[in-house]
């Protein structure tokens, strides 16, 4: 089995920055991708950013330039800085992990942070 864990979650004044981050575990041989979802209340679950195990990465033009992500392949850890906050960036971000297991691939999901952005 595999888990995602995901931390650094809670509420930031609109302008400041917080980083979340996301543990995985368990009998992980590579994970190829990894992201970052959200989903605001009432909202359909939408993609803020992805990085491949190459390190190529992809963000929604929501967050462009605002958000960084990364990760420590030695680790199995993602990581999302976030900067800049809006109150729009308030969901709750959930991560997820494209995991080979033996000669497959599997997706997992955290069970997500809530970040809220309010003065």
């Known amino acids: 089995q595999v888990q995602l864990v995901e931390s650094g979650g809670g509420l930031v004044q609109p302008g400041g920055s917080l980083r979340l981050s996301c543990a995985a575990s368990?009998?992980?041989?590579?994970?190829?991708?990894m992201g970052w979802y959200r989903q605001a209340p009432g909202k359909q679950r939408e993609l803020v950013a992805t990085?491949?195990?190459?390190?190529?990465?992809n963000y929604s033009d929501s967050v462009k330039g605002r958000f960084t992500i990364s990760r420590d392949n030695n680790k199995n850890t993602a990581y999302l800085q976030m900067n800049s906050l809006k109150p729009e960036d308030t969901a709750v971000y959930y991560c997820h992990a494209n995991v080979m297991i033996g000669i497959r691939f599997y997706d997992y999901w955290g069970q997500g942070t809530q970040v809220t952005v309010s003065s």
């Open positions: 990085i491949t195990i190459g390190a190529t990465t």
């Open positions: 368990g009998s992980i041989n590579m994970i190829y991708n």
